[in-house]
């Protein structure tokens, strides 16, 4: 089955290696959590409110340090790990993960005091509080889930991309690089506007069960390189060098095309939560529906669909399974599928979520000013 699969190379670790892989999320873990807390950082209102004080809660952001010190420690293997190390240990480090982050579920689910009326076994897996921060908001564990989960994203593409390297040499498939390349600079935007985070639906919405943590720490951090997990021990494609090219190109565009609509819909919701009356980019007018004291955007990206950085996150996922150059091949499209499977019934969610918040009659008046849930013209 595994030799099947294609990941057969996954499993070559000596006993003593399997057993580092296992536990090296604890150690990964555990290093984030102390450059998280002790390296600088600046302090930040975010959107959510502190239910105790009334106020904005408070976050601590240094994320982008954190992702350039361990780029740092990555790249000139600082402490004697291997560049490929991660690639290596995948399987054996989502086993280890998933081991300790259902501890920590264990602890922060049960560790709250059952208010809500929850089945316990779905409590631990959805959560029983929405936000959990230590030493007077010194510490945020979503935020942490985060920085952990984006670097180690970013690093264990470039892990793969090291084995690739080594592996094949002069034959090895440009695609690999660019894939790297897609999640490094993905990653590193992200953390360039770590701020805007704070008015995402994960960190409004989302409690802190199994699923958060898990998902944020070992889903997001090593298990999103999934096509890897196959496509790393596959060989250039064999296209020619004019259609290597367009290939190439053709997918950086693409995946251009979807930064640019992913981040562009999240600056102006940022913008608009933050200053309701100023333009974005200087361009856009801030148009938008009044239900109380709450207000619906519904101008520039929100205007042409409902949630315009999903269908921008998707058309990442397009380059990405593009990128690899086996078109045919199931592996190449697993985070594709992934990133579907993950936003169209999250948009429904929001859709119940927002249906509630603002009321039925405001939210049919917004319905038929933005018609598409996702992709405009089409869903």
Request: charged share 15%; aromatic share 20%.
């Amino acid at each position: 089955m595994i030799e099947w699969l294609g990941i057969g190379h996954l499993f070559e670790l000596s006993r003593a290696e399997a057993i580092a892989g296992f536990f090296t999320p604890f150690a990964i873990l555990f290093v984030f959590f102390i450059a998280q807390v002790i390296l600088p950082a600046r302090k930040v209102p975010g959107y959510v409110i502190n239910a105790q004080t009334g106020e904005p809660r408070n976050y601590r952001l240094n994320g982008l340090l954190v992702f350039v010190l361990a780029l740092i420690v990555w790249a000139f293997e600082i402490g004697g790990m291997p560049r490929d190390w991660f690639y290596r240990s995948s399987i054996y480090a989502v086993a280890g993960g998933t081991v300790l982050t259902f501890v920590m579920a264990l602890i922060t689910v049960y560790g709250q005091p059952a208010t809500d009326g929850k089945n316990p076994l779905y409590a631990l897996w959805d959560g029983r509080v929405q936000e959990l921060s230590l030493w007077n908001e010194r510490f945020d564990v979503k935020m942490y889930c985060y920085v952990v989960g984006g670097a180690m994203l970013a690093l264990n593409a470039l892990s793969g991309a090291a084995y690739h390297y080594e592996t094949f040499g002069s034959n090895a498939n440009p695609g690999i690089y660019l894939y790297a390349g897609f999640f490094t600079f993905y990653i590193l935007d992200y953390f360039i506007f770590e701020r805007v985070q704070l008015y995402t639906f994960d960190i409004i919405h989302e409690r802190m069960g199994f699923k958060m943590l898990w998902g944020g720490l070992i889903v997001y951090g090593w298990m999103f390189i999934l096509p890897l997990w196959g496509m790393a021990a596959y060989p250039h494609p064999g296209f020619s060098e004019g259609w290597t090219y367009v290939w190439l190109i053709g997918c950086t565009a693409l995946f251009a095309c979807g930064w640019a609509i992913s981040r562009g819909a999240n600056m102006q919701k940022y913008t608009f939560k933050r200053w309701p009356d100023r333009k974005f980019l200087g361009i856009f007018e801030p148009e938008y529906i009044e239900a109380g004291e709450r207000k619906i955007l519904c101008s520039g990206f929100w205007g042409a669909s409902r949630h315009m950085n999903y269908f921008g996150e998707m058309l990442l996922a397009l380059a990405v399974a593009l990128s690899f150059g086996y078109f045919t091949n199931l592996w190449a499209w697993t985070y594709f599928i992934f990133i579907v499977g993950l936003f169209i019934p999250r948009e429904r969610f929001d859709y119940n979520l927002c249906e509630e918040k603002y009321g039925a009659e405001k939210w049919t008046e917004y319905r038929q000013r933005v018609k598409y849930r996702i992709v405009p013209g089409i869903y």
